[in-house]
Nanobody, 126 residues
Framework: QVQLVESGGGLVQPGGSLRLSCAAS????????MGWYPQATGKQRDLVAA???????VYADSAKGRFTASRDNVKNTVYLQMDKLKPEDTAVYYC????????????????????WGRGTQVTVSS
């Protein structure tokens, strides 16, 4: 089983930037795709960005042009550079990973993953 530790969240003003990190350990050698899942209060946890081991990416419409996912396969770490942040980006950001193919991964929902990390809080407010 993969263990995940997210970091890098904080309080930022609208229009600002943050860079989140997620380190995977455990059975990390089997990972193909890693993704980021923000969860705002009272809402479900939905995929906002995903990246494969060879660098292919996909973004939710809300993230296109503002968020950039990257990955260090040696460190088993995925990053999310978030620019032009908006108040509606406020959420706890979780990451997860799986050996599934890219398309299959994007269709996985919260309950399809065996475990989650604690997440990192992102608050966008003036």
């Amino acid at each position: 089983q993969v263990q995940l530790v997210e970091s890098g969240g904080g309080l930022v003003q609208p229009g600002g930037s943050l860079r989140l990190s997620c380190a995977a350990s455990g059975s990390s050698s089997s990972i193909n795709v890693m993704g980021w899942y923000p969860q705002a209060t009272g809402k479900q946890r939905d995929l906002v960005a995903a990246i494969t081991s060879d660098g292919r990416t996909v973004y939710a419409d809300s993230a296109k042009g503002r968020f950039t996912a990257s990955r260090d396969n040696v460190k088993n770490t995925v990053y999310l550079q978030m620019d032009k942040l908006k108040p509606e980006d406020t959420a706890v950001y979780y990451c997860n990973a799986d050996r599934a193919g890219f398309v299959a991964f994007t269709k996985m929902s919260e309950g399809d993953f065996g475990s989650w990390g604690r997440g990192t809080q992102v608050t966008v407010s003036s």
